[in-house]
C-alpha cells in the first residue's frame, strides 16, 4: 500500500459501498506494549531491507541496546537497569521505528486492506 493509497481509503470505502450489496468491515486495534516488543537485531534487518543506509541502521541498534534506564518518584530513585529491547516511550523516534518494526505485516488479499501506525492498526475488509 502506497502513501496515497492511504488518503485514498476512504473515497475506496465509499466507492465500495455504493455497489448493491456490498459491506465494510473495519477492525481497530491498539497493540498494548507495542513499543516495549521491539527488538534490535531484526529490527536492523528490516531496516537493511528497505534500503536505509547501514551508518542509520547502526545508529538505531546502538540507540535501542544497552540503555540505562531508571524510576525517580518524588525524592526517591530506584536502581539503574539496561534495557536492550523496546523503544523509549515518549521518543519522537519510537512510533516510526514501530511502524518499521511491523511493516512487513501485509494482507495477501487485495479486499484487506491494512493501515497502521507505530502501535494502531485499522484492518478494512470491503466485503
Given at each position: 500500500?502506497?502513501?496515497?493509497?492511504?488518503?485514498?481509503?476512504?473515497?475506496?470505502?465509499?466507492?465500495?459501498?455504493?455497489?448493491?450489496?456490498?459491506?465494510?468491515?473495519?477492525?481497530?486495534?491498539?497493540?498494548?506494549?507495542?513499543?516495549?516488543?521491539?527488538?534490535?537485531?531484526?529490527?536492523?534487518?528490516?531496516?537493511?531491507q528497505?534500503?536505509?543506509?547501514?551508518?542509520?541502521?547502526?545508529?538505531?541498534?546502538?540507540?535501542?541496546?544497552?540503555?540505562?534506564?531508571?524510576?525517580?518518584?518524588?525524592?526517591?530513585?530506584?536502581?539503574?537497569?539496561?534495557?536492550?529491547?523496546?523503544?523509549?516511550?515518549?521518543c519522537?523516534?519510537s512510533?516510526?521505528?514501530?511502524?518499521?518494526?511491523?511493516?512487513?505485516?501485509?494482507?495477501?488479499?487485495?479486499?484487506?486492506?491494512?493501515?497502521?501506525?507505530?502501535?494502531?492498526?485499522?484492518?478494512?475488509?470491503?466485503?
Open positions: 500500500m502506497t502513501t496515497a493509497d492511504l488518503y485514498h481509503h476512504p473515497c475506496l470505502i465509499l466507492v465500495h459501498l455504493d455497489k448493491s450489496g456490498t459491506y465494510v468491515r473495519l477492525l481497530f486495534v491498539d497493540f498494548s506494549s507495542a513499543f516495549n516488543t521491539i527488538i534490535p537485531a531484526p529490527l536492523q534487518t528490516k531496516l537493511t528497505l534500503s536505509l543506509p547501514s551508518s542509520v541502521c547502526q545508529w538505531i541498534t546502538s540507540f535501542l541496546t544497552d540503555r540505562q534506564q531508571l524510576v525517580k518518584v518524588g525524592k526517591f530513585m530506584s536502581n539503574s537497569r539496561t534495557a536492550s529491547t523496546g523503544a523509549p516511550q515518549g519522537v523516534l512510533p516510526l521505528l514501530s511502524s518499521l518494526y511491523t511493516n512487513d505485516c501485509t494482507s495477501a488479499d487485495p479486499s484487506v486492506k491494512l493501515l497502521k501506525f507505530a502501535d494502531n492498526t485499522t484492518v478494512i475488509g470491503l466485503i
